[in-house]
Nanobody
Framework: QVQLVESGGGLVQVGDSLRLSCAAS????????MGWFRQAPGKEREFVAA?????????SYTDSVKGRFTISRDNAKNTTYLQMNSLKPEDTAVYYC?????????????????WGQGTQVTVSS
């Protein structure tokens, strides 16, 4: 089991940038594929981005964030990041870090083995 702790959320203006961090513990971090999901009020939790385990050569993004968000990982720091640029009001949500300790990317809720507690991102217009 992997323990995940997110940080970096906050209140920003439209067009601003924000970087979320997710610190992992409890398992060899490099062997875990990582991802980010988000959940807006009244909506279901949705996939945002994912990165493969080991070197992180594979990444995946939902269409609405392509070109604006970047997921990365630093195995030496046991941390994954989500760099969010050109933020929009529709990006407002609680962002959850996710981990998958087996092959494949955590691109759906059913593929996630561990969740963080979430961090709020609010984009004000």
């Amino acid at each position: 089991q992997v323990q995940l702790v997110e940080s970096g959320g906050g209140l920003v203006q439209v067009g601003d940038s924000l970087r979320l961090s997710c610190a992992a513990s409890g398992r060899t971090f490099s062997s875990v594929a990582m991802g980010w999901f988000r959940q807006a009020p009244g909506k279901e939790r949705e996939f945002v981005a994912a990165i493969s385990r080991w070197s992180g050569v594979l990444t995946s993004y939902t269409d609405s964030v392509k070109g604006r968000f970047t997921i990365s990982r630093d195995n030496a720091k046991n941390t994954t990041y989500l760099q969010m640029n050109s933020l929009k009001p529709e990006d407002t949500a609680v962002y959850y870090c996710a981990a998958r300790s087996r092959d494949g990317l955590p691109r759906t809720i059913s593929l996630v083995d561990s969740w963080g507690q979430g961090t709020q991102v609010t984009v004000s217009s």
